[in-house]
């Protein structure tokens, strides 16, 4: 980002707002109400249970205060991005309107603002428009203003800012070696005065340490009313000190415009730079300054949970900082631009990035919709042009995923002739603007659609989006898709642009399933994908999906309205698989216990009073010493930063310290983590300490809730002395990917979702051979028929859903009916829970048996509870 000596100030604070909305509570609040910027009107509707979320048109007002600071001067409104299309007035006048949600815009409001108080009306339409990409995508399109707004202003002469809202200072690097570097600035110069302007433009080179490089200055006559009139300077720099991941070294260039005769400044301005260069090799992957990298990071949306889009500079920092810390060195901004001060770390920080345009899933063949590609295409580069982080311009995410056309009829090969023109006109454009980055297009793993629209040779590289062993197959199968990729198309440079398992960090299980949602899976999934990127020689690099769980309105699964595939979770907490790869990439010594938040557990204690269960730990030390619960440490064998064992846990407090260390650097010098894992144990036998017990059925997950840290166990069948069902069946849901462990129905009216996502369908009994006493009985159903469908590609349930059926039945307590002709679809409709707290006495040592008399269609169960009193 350039540094203007000319006034610059963000104008976020007391907007009044009035807009669209889903949701009747936010719709019944007063408007217009007051708002801070960034803001989006979607932060809560698009979360909450009722289906949609508002999409249409939001107004903001404000009252701009100014005086003498604009007498003689430009005055100019700054939007750093506002979703999608954008009008503004000033006083009542309009002053300009822009297309596309995620690129910044810049009116010029001189002529229209006066002393005093200055009305500002800004009109901003999030509704689905057919010539304005994204057309549909995996995440929530927030309306509103997102990011700074700000007020700049400057002399009648000045660097410009009309050239697609960029810095005014284009800074291009034709040729770099390690011997010299070739230099050439482009400053476009605004004249707003009526005559000519005779002009000394001095230019300054800083070496990243701040020493003077270089000086430069060149005479020019600035023609009247001119906004963006270019003036050239070349030079060469000997023995460059090089931009990298490990020195992300940068230069920078401090601008002047004098007045030639009166030698007075009109404008100074910064602007960075990197030298560096870099090649992608169809055979050999990737290298920056001839020395080879596997690109390593992740994808990022733009989301906070609570906040949607609307997130402060903060934000994007801490996002930064957790790629970094991780050992990233990659970050693929997806899949649309995102805040300059994002982009600003990734160039201070030393992490290479790939930029894209928001054309995802589909285009619409038409020269409108093209056109406002390329003007995005346009300010992307150009608003990021001087930045050494970025190595590729992208467009075009899986635009062959939802085709509108049937393969093989005459409409789908006219769709793929127009999409091939579309992809040629953008390449070019980006080209011919910037020809010393890379292009590229990401596919989903189909490689045939992609043959029938001829894309294979449009772009530079070939980005490959590979889900095997998630959305299809087994994870096996990536290694098989790649190979047989790369022998087809054996010029193409290559780079997975993403790969992830949805997974709830609630969640978990000593028999992980793909489509079970645990953080088990999840693990088994990346542990295999991290390999073969590391294995995969011609694989340029890849980026994980994603860095961080964000919204998509219309997902199901565990996660309702999220797509939980983040690495750390939407209030940025890791994961298991954050410690995955620090584990790998990382050089600072590092140890960090798996699932180091699931604190509290519930178990099924084995005959010998104790629970066997698999213990990871990731380290990046070649040796692993392992306590538990205080005994002599034990080696533990590390391989590909995973050290791992079975683990007997005890009933209560367990104590885990692990110690790291590397002997042929200092055996003395060690790094250790610890945990404390509370087991709620169930013994083989109850016995009279029982104090509760927290079942899901039909699963073979457990699930613990964050808040309450209650603990919830998978189903088994009754055995004599303990508790369990009898009877009965799971229900598992099939698709189009395979058969579900778990329902991905969005359950209504709780956070609690995988609770209620899975049953056991004509179960006779359940019983628990508890002590004498009182207890509370609490019941869990829900029908899990759908009340609302929503049509995204992403969806695992899809359209299918569990078979109709209309139930009902008695609950039977200890012989008592206590819930006759229970209906729970009557009760509570379908997608809904229905919680019921039943109080009974265990008697005569006989325990808790509850019956489940069927009256029509089927017996059913979601989850319970006792608890004793």
């Not at 810095?167 to 600035?185: F, H, L, N, R």
């Not at 409108?368 to 295409?377: G, V």
């Not at 093989?408 to 006219?414: F, K, L, V």
């Amino acid at each position: 980002m350039s540094t203007a000596a000319s006034p610059k100030y963000t104008i976020n604070s007391n907007w009044n707002f009035e807009g669209p909305y889903v949701n009747l509570e936010a719709a019944s609040a007063k408007c217009p109400v007051r708002v801070d910027l960034p803001h989006s009107w979607n932060a809560v509707d698009a979360t909450d249970d009722v289906n949609g979320y508002g999409r249409g048109i939001g107004r903001y007002t404000k009252l701009l205060r100014l005086g003498a600071e604009i007498d003689g001067k430009q005055v100019y409104l700054h939007f750093e991005g506002a979703n999608q299309a954008t009008r503004v007035w000033v006083n009542g006048a309009e002053v300009g309107s822009h297309r596309g949600g995620y690129t910044a815009f810049v009116f010029d409001i001189t002529p229209y603002v006066v002393w005093g108080e200055n009305l500002l009306e800004v009109e901003v339409d999030n509704s689905h428009k057919p010539a304005i990409p994204p057309l549909s995508a995996d995440y929530t399109f927030f309306g509103g203003i997102y990011r700074d707004v700000s007020i700049e202003i400057e002399e009648p002469v000045h660097i410009s800012h009309a050239d697609y809202a960029s810095s005014g200072v284009y800074i291009a690097t034709p040729q770099v070696s390690a011997d010299q570097a070739k230099v050439e600035i482009t400053t476009l110069i605004h004249n707003a005065c009526n005559a000519a302007q005779d002009l000394v433009i001095e230019q300054s080179i800083y070496a990243p340490d701040g020493t003077l490089v270089k000086s430069i200055s060149n005479n020019a006559k600035a023609l009247p009313n001119t906004s963006k009139q270019a003036v050239i300077a070349k030079f060469s720099i000997t023995n460059p000190q090089l931009w990298s991941i490990d020195c992300p070294q940068r230069y920078s260039v401090v601008t002047r415009l004098q007045d030639k005769k009166t030698k007075r400044t009109m404008d100074t301005q910064t602007d960075y730079f990197g030298l560096r260069w870099f090649d992608f090799s169809p055979n050999t992957g990737f290298t920056l300054n001839d020395k080879p990298l596997k690109l390593i990071g992740t994808n990022r949306h733009q989301d906070f949970k609570g906040k949607g889009w609307a997130v402060t500079d903060d934000h994007h920092i801490r996002d930064l900082k957790l790629l970094k810390e991780m050992g990233g060195n990659y970050l693929r901004v997806s899949h649309y631009p995102q805040d300059p001060l994002l982009m600003d770390l990734c160039d201070q920080l030393g992490i290479l990035t790939s930029v894209e345009i928001p054309i995802v899933n589909a285009i619409t063949e038409s020269q409108e919709f093209l056109d406002n590609c390329l003007e995005m295409q346009t300010e992307m580069v150009k608003q990021n042009f001087n930045r050494p982080s970025v190595i590729i311009w992208a467009y075009m995410n899986e635009v062959m995923l939802v085709p509108p056309y049937k393969r093989g009829t005459p409409e789908y090969q006219a769709y793929c002739t127009e999409l091939h023109r579309q992809a040629v006109a953008i390449d070019s454009l980006t080209k011919a603007i910037d020809p010393s980055r890379a292009t590229l297009i990401p596919f989903h793993n189909n490689m045939d659609s992609y043959a029938d629209a001829d894309l294979y040779d449009v772009a530079d590289v070939v980005g490959w989006n590979m889900y095997p062993g998630w959305y299809s197959g087994s994870c096996t199968d990536l290694e098989k898709f790649l190979e047989e990729y790369h022998a087809k198309h054996p010029t193409r440079p290559t780079i997975m642009t993403e790969y992830g398992a949805d997974c709830d960090s609630r969640l978990h299980s000593d028999i992980p399933q793909r489509f079970d949602f645990t953080m088990d899976y999840a693990d088994i999934f990346h542990e295999h994908y991290l390999n073969a990127v590391k294995s995969l020689p011609y694989l340029a690099g890849a980026s994980l999906w994603n860095l961080n769980e964000f919204y998509s309105e219309g997902r199901g699964s565990a996660m309702p309205h999220v797509n939980p595939k983040g690495i750390v979770t939407l209030d940025r907490k890791p994961k298991n698989t954050y410690y995955l790869y620090k584990a790998n990439f990382t050089t600072e010594p590092f140890v960090q216990f798996a699932n180091a938040d699931w604190t509290h557990r519930a178990a099924q204690l084995d005959s010998l009073g104790a629970y066997e269960t698999e213990i990871k730990v990731y380290t990046n030390q070649p040796e692993l010493k392992v306590s538990v619960n205080g005994a002599e440490p034990e080696p533990w064998a590390v391989s590909n930063g995973v050290g791992r064992k079975r683990v007997a846990l005890n009933n209560g407090i367990n104590n885990l310290v692990a110690v790291g260390s590397n002997p042929e650097i200092d055996n003395r010098k060690s790094v250790s983590a610890s945990l404390n894992i509370s087991l709620e144990g169930i013994p083989w036998l109850i016995n009279d300490d029982f104090r509760e017990l927290s079942v899901m059925f039909g699963s073979k997950r457990t699930y613990t809730n964050p808040e309450t840290q209650v603990c919830w166990m998978p189903e088994q069948p009754y055995r004599p002395g303990s508790w369990g069902y009898t009877g009965g069946e799971l229900v598992l849901l099939k698709n189009w990917a395979g058969t579900l462990p778990a329902s991905d129905v969005d359950i209504l009216g709780t956070d609690e979702d995988p609770l209620y996502q899975t049953m056991r369908r004509g179960l006779e009994s359940f019983r628990a051979d508890v002590p004498n006493g009182r207890y509370a009985i609490y019941m869990h159903w829900a029908d899990l028929t759908k009340e609302q469908y929503e049509t995204l590609a992403y969806n695992l349930g899809g359209d299918t859903q569990h078979e109709e059926s209309d139930d009902a039945f008695n609950i039977v307590v200890n012989g008592q009916v206590v819930l006759p002709a229970l209906d729970v679809r009557a009760e509570v409709g379908r997608q809904r829970p229905l919680d019921v707290k039943i109080e009974a006495e265990a008697t005569g040592n006989e325990g808790l048996q509850i019956d489940f008399q069927p009256v029509r269609g089927y017996t059913f169960l979601n989850a319970l509870r006792i608890i004793r009193l």
